[in-house]
């Protein structure tokens, strides 16, 4: 009888031990606190069901109760770690691909910039003599396209190679700057007027403060924004207009401002605008700006189409 006994307590305490393992493994705390508290009334109640109390079923209960626990526990911590070690790589995942996203975006604005501008340039010499007949002019022509040719593989060749260090892991890739090689902000203003005027427009250049003190992160993003509003302008504003470049700097900002009159109104103007125009001129300048914590605007104000923007310079961002 004894024997018979203690063949059920052992059967009975094993299935009891797998239980509590499992419940300490994967259930709520509530329900496991409920479970000891019955295992633990089972307990004493086996052994005390013949009367006298059987200290030692009760204590080698107990002690498969204690065992059982941390058994379930450590399961219980180890596919806690393997939960949160998935978290992590999927959060990993997550900002990877959010990086990839901001470096092919970095990626799309440096190109637009690279190619739109001298393409545009090329593009509007050749369309406005495409019939003339004056040597010397057609000669000078030729030039321009040359030159505009060269700057776009030169600044091609310096993106490509930008492009190689980020991949070699050594130099990561500032995604707020210009990315591409350029002369100070007086030389860019300068070389885009006279752009301008290569196209007969009157282009007005008003330049304020130590511009060459500003950050060169936010030099190199304002001579990008400004390429892009000169290109904007050869695009739509009528020819031989007057047309407004300022850059002005002091100690917390640097604000640029470009206004040219709004294209007339005509099927032939609209015609070249629509194949000129990509859509991501205006874009890439608010992702530039928002990238620096500044602001821009753009729209029609009397006339003129105005570009404002501000670029902090002090590290905070532009009010």
């Known amino acids: 009888m004894t024997s018979i006994l203690a063949d059920y307590y052992g059967s009975a305490i094993f299935a009891v031990c797998v239980v509590t393992i499992a419940v300490v493994a994967t259930a709520t705390q509530s329900f496991i606190a409920t479970h000891l508290g019955i295992y633990l009334l089972w307990a004493v109640t086996i052994s005390a069901i013949y009367g006298s109390f059987d200290f030692s079923?009760?204590?080698?209960?107990?002690?498969?109760?204690?065992?059982?626990?941390?058994?379930?526990?450590?399961?219980?911590?180890?596919?806690?770690?393997?939960?949160?070690?998935?978290?992590?790589?999927?959060?990993?995942?997550?900002?990877?691909?959010?990086?990839?996203?901001?470096?092919?975006?970095?990626?799309?604005?440096?190109?637009?910039?690279?190619?739109?501008?001298?393409?545009?340039?090329?593009?509007?010499?050749?369309?406005?003599?495409?019939?003339?007949?004056?040597?010397?002019?057609?000669?000078?022509?030729?030039?321009?396209?040359?030159?505009?040719?060269?700057?776009?593989?030169?600044?091609?060749?310096?993106?490509?190679?930008?492009?190689?260090?980020?991949?070699?892991?050594d130099h990561p890739r500032d995604v707020t700057g210009a990315g591409l090689a350029i002369g100070s902000l007086d030389q860019v203003v300068t070389s885009l007027a006279a752009s301008l005027r290569d196209l007969r427009?009157?282009?007005?250049?008003?330049?304020?403060?130590?511009?060459?003190?500003?950050?060169?992160?936010?030099?190199?993003?304002?001579?990008?924004?400004?390429?892009?509003?000169?290109?904007?302008?050869?695009?739509?504003?009528?020819?031989?207009?007057?047309?407004?470049i300022s850059v002005a700097t002091d100690d917390h900002e640097l604000k640029l401002r470009v206004t040219n009159p709004l294209p007339r109104s005509s099927p032939h103007a609209a015609g070249r605008s629509s194949e000129l125009s990509s859509g991501l001129g205006l874009r890439g300048i608010t992702e530039r700006v928002s990238l620096l914590g500044g602001h821009a605007e753009s729209g029609p104000e009397g006339g003129q189409w105005v570009l404002d923007v501000c670029l902090p310079v002090d590290g905070r961002e532009a009010l």
């Open 201 to 244: 427009f009157d282009p007005q250049v008003e330049l304020t403060g130590d511009l060459e003190a500003t950050p060169t992160t936010v030099r190199g993003t304002a001579a990008r924004i400004l390429q892009e509003a000169v290109t904007n302008i050869i695009k739509y504003a009528p020819r031989g207009s007057r047309c407004l």
């Open 57 to 169: 079923l009760f204590w080698s209960t107990v002690n498969a109760l204690v065992a059982s626990a941390l058994i379930g526990g450590a399961i219980r911590y180890f596919r806690a770690q393997r939960r949160h070690a998935e978290q992590r790589v999927r959060d990993l995942e997550i900002l990877n691909e959010r990086l990839r996203e901001d470096e092919r975006q970095a990626l799309a604005r440096d190109l637009h910039d690279v190619v739109a501008h001298e393409l545009t340039l090329i593009t509007m010499q050749t369309m406005s003599r495409r019939r003339s007949e004056d040597v010397g002019e057609l000669h000078q022509v030729l030039e321009t396209v040359e030159g505009a040719a060269r700057s776009a593989l030169h600044e091609l060749r310096v993106l490509l190679r930008l492009l190689r260090d980020e991949n070699d892991g």
